[in-house]
C-alpha cells in the first residue's frame, strides 16, 4: 500500500512538470505572436510610410533630431604618402518617431528587433571625407535596428572605412597629424534635420588600440554645419589627434646617416699617398647616403615645402660630399707642395753652384800678389746677399706668438695641414648643426601643440 502511494505521488509531480512546461512553452508562444502583431501594427501596409521623417521635439514641425556616437574597434593604417586612414568602428543613430509608439505587455516587451533598415525611416546620413567603405556580413549583416516603447528608434552598424587625412609634414617624423572623421546630412537641411552628439560620452575607443608608427592622443568631438547654395547643412565632426613615434625613425633614419657621415671622416686619417683607398670611400659612403635619401623619399608624397627630414638628410649627404672634396683640395695640394720642393731644390742648387763659383773667383784673387781687395762689393755678390738677409732679419719687428700656427708648423705640407684642420672642423660643424636642428625643431613641434 505504501509502494503505490509513492508511485502516484511521483505521477502527479511529473504530470504536473509536463503541464507547466506546456504552459510556459505556450506563453512564449503567446509572447512572441504578440511581438509580432505588435509588429504587424505599427508597420503595417497604410499604418506607416518610411518615406516620411518624423516629427521635431514634442510632436512640432521643427526638425528632427538625431543623436550620434561611435565605437572606434580598430585603426588599421596610416598612409603618409596617400594621406589617408583606414578605420573600423560601431556606428549608432537615435531618434524619436513617434508614430512606432507600441504597448510593452506591462514591461514584458523592452524592445523590438529589426535587420531591414528600409522598414522605418533613416536618416541620410553620409562620411563626407570617404574614400572606400564596406559593411560587415560575416556570418550574418552586422546590422541592428531597435524601436523602443515610446517610439525611440536606435540603428547601429558595423562598418570599415578608408578617410582622407590632409597631413602637414613640415616636420615629419617630429610631428602631429590630426585625421578627421565628418558625418553629414546629403540631402535634409537643418530645417528638417539636425544631428548632434550623444551626451555623457559620444565617441568610445577600444582599450587595446594598437597603430604600427603612431600613438592616438586624444580625440575632440566639435560641429563643422556647411553652408551650399541649397541651404544649411548638418555636420558632425571627431578629431584624432595622432603623435608619430620617433624611435622608428631614430633606428632607420637618423643613426644610419650619422654613422655613413661619420665613416666619411676616415679619409682624414688615412695617408695621401692612398689615393685608392679615401677616393672609394668617399664615392662609397655618398652613393650609400644618396640611395638613403631616395629611400626617404619614396616613401613620402611630393609636396612643395621643406620636410625636417630633408633638412637632415640634405645636410648629411653635405657633409659626405665635403668630405669627398677635401680629399681633392688635398690631392691637389699635395701636387702643389711636391712643386714646390721641386722648385726649392733647383734654386739650392743654384745658390751652391753660385757659391762654388765665387769661391773658386776668390781662391784666384788670393794667389795674385798685388791684387788689391775691392773697397765696395758687387750686388750679385753671395757675400753681400747673405749680410743684406741679415739685416732685414733683425730689422723685422718680432713677431706675437701664435697658437693655431705654432701648432700647424708641426706639420710641414699643406696638404697634411688641411687633413688636421679637417680632422676638427668636420666634427664641429655637424656636432653644432645637431644642435641647431634638434633645438628648432622640437621647440617648433612643442609651439604647435
Not at 597631413?167 to 535634409?188: E, F, H, I, T
Not at 695617408?271 to 679615401?278: K, L, N, T
Amino acid at each position: 500500500m505504501i509502494m503505490g502511494t509513492g508511485h502516484c505521488f511521483w505521477a502527479i509531480f511529473y504530470f504536473a512538470c509536463l503541464c507547466s512546461a506546456s504552459l510556459a512553452n505556450n506563453a512564449n508562444i503567446n509572447f512572441r505572436e504578440r511581438e509580432k502583431k505588435v509588429l504587424d501594427q505599427i508597420l503595417g501596409i497604410g499604418k506607416y510610410d518610411a518615406r516620411i521623417r518624423p516629427s521635431g521635439i514634442n510632436g512640432t514641425d521643427g526638425p528632427a533630431v538625431v543623436r550620434i556616437n561611435l565605437f572606434v574597434r580598430s585603426i588599421a593604417t596610416i598612409s603618409d604618402i596617400k594621406m589617408e586612414y583606414s578605420v573600423q568602428l560601431t556606428f549608432r543613430e537615435q531618434w524619436l518617431d513617434e508614430r512606432l509608439k507600441f504597448n510593452d505587455v506591462g514591461g514584458r516587451l523592452k524592445y523590438l528587433t529589426l535587420t531591414e533598415a528600409n522598414r522605418v525611416w533613416m536618416p541620410d546620413l553620409f562620411f563626407s571625407n570617404e574614400k572606400e567603405g564596406h559593411f560587415h556580413n560575416i556570418i550574418m549583416p552586422n546590422v541592428y535596428i531597435r524601436i523602443f516603447p515610446f517610439g525611440s528608434v536606435l540603428y547601429s552598424i558595423r562598418i570599415s572605412l578608408t578617410l582622407a587625412c590632409p597631413m602637414n609634414l613640415k616636420l615629419y617624423p617630429l610631428d602631429r597629424q590630426v585625421c578627421s572623421l565628418r558625418m553629414a546630412s546629403y540631402g535634409w537641411t537643418t530645417d528638417d534635420l539636425v544631428f548632434l552628439w550623444k551626451e555623457g560620452d559620444p565617441v568610445q575607443v577600444v582599450k587595446n588600440l594598437h597603430l604600427p608608427r603612431f600613438t592616438l592622443e586624444k580625440f575632440l568631438t566639435d560641429y563643422c554645419n556647411s553652408k551650399t547654395n541649397t541651404g544649411e547643412y548638418s555636420c558632425l565632426k571627431v578629431d584624432l589627434l595622432f603623435k608619430r613615434e620617433f624611435s622608428y625613425y631614430l633606428i632607420q633614419i637618423y643613426i644610419p646617416c650619422c654613422m655613413l657621415v661619420i665613416v666619411s671622416w676616415v679619409s682624414f686619417w688615412l695617408d695621401q699617398g692612398a689615393v685608392p683607398a679615401r677616393v672609394s670611400l668617399g664615392v662609397t659612403t655618398l652613393l650609400t647616403m644618396a640611395t638613403q635619401t631616395s629611400g626617404i623619399n619614396a616613401s613620402l608624397p611630393p609636396v612643395s615645402y621643406t620636410k625636417a627630414i630633408d633638412v637632415w638628410t640634405g645636410v648629411c649627404l653635405t657633409f659626405v660630399f665635403g668630405a669627398l672634396l677635401e680629399f681633392a683640395l688635398v690631392n691637389y695640394a699635395s701636387r702643389s707642395d711636391l712643386h714646390r720642393e721641386n722648385m726649392k731644390k733647383k734654386r739650392r742648387e743654384l745658390e751652391q753652384a753660385s757659391l762654388d763659383a765665387a769661391s773658386d773667383l776668390l781662391d784666384t784673387d788670393s794667389n795674385a800678389t798685388f791684387a788689391m781687395k775691392p773697397l765696395v762689393r758687387h750686388p750679385g755678390d753671395p757675400l753681400a746677399l747673405e749680410k743684406l738677409r741679415q739685416c732685414e732679419v733683425h730689422m723685422q719687428p718680432p713677431k706675437r706668438p701664435n697658437c693655431c700656427r705654432s701648432w700647424l708648423s708641426k706639420f710641414p705640407t699643406r696638404s697634411k695641414r688641411i687633413d688636421v684642420i679637417s680632422r676638427i672642423t668636420f666634427p664641429l660643424v655637424f656636432a653644432l648643426f645637431n644642435l641647431v636642428y634638434w633645438s628648432t625643431y622640437l621647440f617648433r613641434e612643442e609651439e604647435e601643440n
